[in-house]
C-alpha cells in the first residue's frame, strides 16, 4: 500500500532529475547536447515499456482489457488535440504580437502542464502499487530530462537570462508534486476509476513516444548516431521492462 510520503518524495525526485539536463546545459552546451542524443531515444524506449510492461496490464486488472484499450485510444487522442490547441494558440499569439516575446509565458505554461500531468501519472502508480508507482517516476523523469534541455535551450534563446531560466523550471517542475499529491489524496478519498486513468496514462506515455520522440530520432540519419540510439532505445525498454518485474515481484502490494 502506498502512502503520501512516498508519493511526496518520488514525484520530487522525478521532477529535480528532470532538472539535470537543463543545469549541464547551463554549464556545458556541448556535453547536454550529447546527453540528449541518447537520453531521447532511451526515455522512448522507457515510456514504451511502462504502457505496455506495467500500465496496461495494470488497467486492465483494475477494469478489464476492453475498457483499458479504449482508454488508452482516448489518451492518445486527447493527448494529439492538447498538442494541437498548444501549436495553435503559441502560432496564433506570435502572429499577433510580433514585437514583444509571447512565446515565453507559453513556453513556460506548456511545461507546467506537462510536469501537472506528468504528476498524475506518478499519484496513479502510486495509488495501484509502489512498485507501478517507482516505474513511472522512473519513465516521467526519463523523457523529463532531454524535454527540459530543451525548454532550457528555448528560454535562453528567447534572451531570458540564466539564472531566471533555472527559477522558472524549478518552479514548473514542482508542479508534478503539487499534481502528484493533490491526484493522490483524491484516490485515496474518493472511488477513482483506475482502470481509466492508467489507460488515459499509458496513451499519455505512447503518445509522448511514438509522436514527438520517436520522430525526432529518424531525423539523425548518420549512421555514427542512429546505431547507438537504436540500441539506447531498446536499452530503455529492457530497463524499464526488467525493473517492472522485479518491483511488482520484490514490493509488497
Known amino acids: 500500500m502506498s502512502n503520501i510520503y512516498q508519493v511526496i518524495f ?3 525526485v522525478g521532477g ?3 532538472l539535470v539536463g537543463g543545469v549541464m546545459l547551463l554549464a556545458n552546451k556541448k556535453r547536454a547536447n550529447k546527453l540528449t542524443e541518447y537520453a531521447t531515444p532511451f526515455a522512448a524506449g522507457s515510456l514504451l515499456a511502462a504502457a505496455f510492461v506495467d500500465l496496461l496490464p495494470e488497467a486492465a486488472h483494475e477494469g478489464n482489457v476492453d475498457s483499458a484499450l479504449h482508454f488508452t485510444l482516448i489518451g492518445i487522442l486527447t493527448f494529439f488535440l492538447l498538442e494541437r490547441f498548444l501549436r495553435w494558440f503559441h502560432h496564433h499569439h506570435e502572429e499577433e504580437n510580433k514585437k514583444t516575446n509571447p512565446e515565453i509565458p507559453l513556453i513556460i505554461i506548456g511545461d507546467t502542464i506537462h510536469n501537472f500531468i506528468d504528476g498524475v501519472a506518478i499519484a496513479a502508480g502510486f495509488l ?12 516521467v523523469a526519463a523523457h523529463e530530462i532531454p ?39 483524491l484516490g485515496s478519498n474518493y472511488q477513482v476509476p483506475l482502470d481509466i ?5 499509458a496513451g499519455f506515455f505512447i503518445y509522448i513516444a511514438v509522436s514527438d520522440i520517436i520522430p525526432s530520432i529518424h531525423k539523425k540519419e548518420e549512421k555514427m548516431i542512429a546505431g547507438p540510439q537504436t540500441i539506447f532505445l531498446v536499452l530503455g525498454v529492457i ?7 522485479y518491483l511488482h515481484r520484490f514490493i509488497e502490494v
Open 10 to 12: 518520488f514525484s520530487l
Open 16 to 18: 529535480v532529475v528532470s
Open 128 to 139: 495501484v502499487n509502489p512498485a507501478t508507482g517507482i516505474v513511472v517516476t522512473l519513465a
Open 147 to 185: 524535454q527540459e534541455i530543451g525548454d532550457f535551450g528555448l528560454l535562453l534563446s528567447k534572451g531570458m537570462e540564466r539564472g531566471k531560466v533555472l527559477l522558472v523550471n524549478f518552479y514548473s517542475a514542482l508542479a508534478t508534486t503539487v499534481a502528484a499529491i493533490i491526484f493522490f489524496q
Open 197 to 201: 486513468v492508467l489507460g488515459l496514462v
Open 239 to 245: 530497463i524499464v521492462s526488467v525493473m517492472t518485474i
